[in-house]
């Protein structure tokens, strides 16, 4: 069965910083691009970037570029999100995502003083 | 950037009833890179159909997706009470991936 599991979500202050992790079971996690989407409060989806199945590819939505940096550890079989310069607009449940397979449950972020 | 439009935002039937969920590309999606989520209250999303028409593993047959080019549809054949849920249809064509704006189905 396939498994994501995201932690490290949290209460965190504007300009503040964030690792999210997803472990990721019951399937080959080196064969896969994997993605992050959120969430805001009462919102819809959001996608917010990806990653190749190698790491050497990424890409992510204009509103994090260049403050978000999305890698993984296939040792390891989990994903991250480094979340630096957080505003109160990324305040959201942030989901795994591997694409035509499933989401994980998200973790919750809160940027606020 | 691929947007997505849903209609209806709302639809209300009643248990048994058939749904049709729309979703138009703004531009044709070439491999049918769109799948269908459902998300209910309070819960994280799940995978319905992808590739357009592929039901995800344990997603009941009442549940069909169809379509191609910039128009596509979801199906519910026969609504259940357990139906009731916010539905989203995602591109993953082209980057940035992107989401309708969801239709929510509610069941009289």
């Known amino acids: 069965e396939v498994q994501l599991v995201e932690s490290g979500g949290g209460l965190v202050q504007p300009g503040g910083s964030l690792r999210l992790s997803c472990a990721a079971s019951?399937?080959?996690?080196?064969?896969?691009?994997m993605h992050w989407v959120r969430q805001a409060p009462g919102k819809g989806l959001v996608w917010v970037s990806r990653?190749?199945?190698?790491?050497?590819?990424?890409n992510y939505a204009d509103s994090v570029s260049g403050r978000f940096t999305i890698s993984r550890d296939n040792a390891k079989n989990t994903l991250y999100l480094q979340m630096n310069g957080l505003r109160a607009e990324d305040t959201a449940i942030y989901y795994c995502?591997?694409?035509?397979?499933?989401w994980g449950q998200g973790t919750l972020v809160t940027v606020s003083s | 950037e691929i947007v997505l439009t849903q209609s209806p935002d709302t639809l209300s039937l009643s248990p048994g009833e058939r749904a049709t969920l729309s979703c138009r590309a703004s531009?044709?999606?070439?491999?049918?890179?769109l799948a269908w989520h459902q998300q209910k209250s309070g819960q994280a999303p799940r995978l319905l159909i992808y590739?357009?028409?592929n039901r995800a593993t344990g997603i009941p047959d009442r549940f069909s997706g169809s379509g191609s080019g910039s128009d596509f549809t979801l199906t519910i054949s026969r609504l259940d009470p357990e139906d009731s849920a916010v539905y989203y249809c995602?591109?993953?064509?082209?980057?940035?991936?992107?989401f309708g704006g969801g239709t929510k189905v509610e069941i009289k």
């Open positions: 995502v591997r694409l035509e397979q499933g």
């Open positions: 995602q591109q993953y064509n082209g980057l940035p991936l992107s």
């Open positions: 019951g399937f080959s996690f080196s064969s896969h691009w």
């Open positions: 590739g357009a028409s």
């Open positions: 990653i190749s199945s190698d790491g050497t590819t990424t």
């Open positions: 531009q044709n999606l070439d491999h049918k890179y």
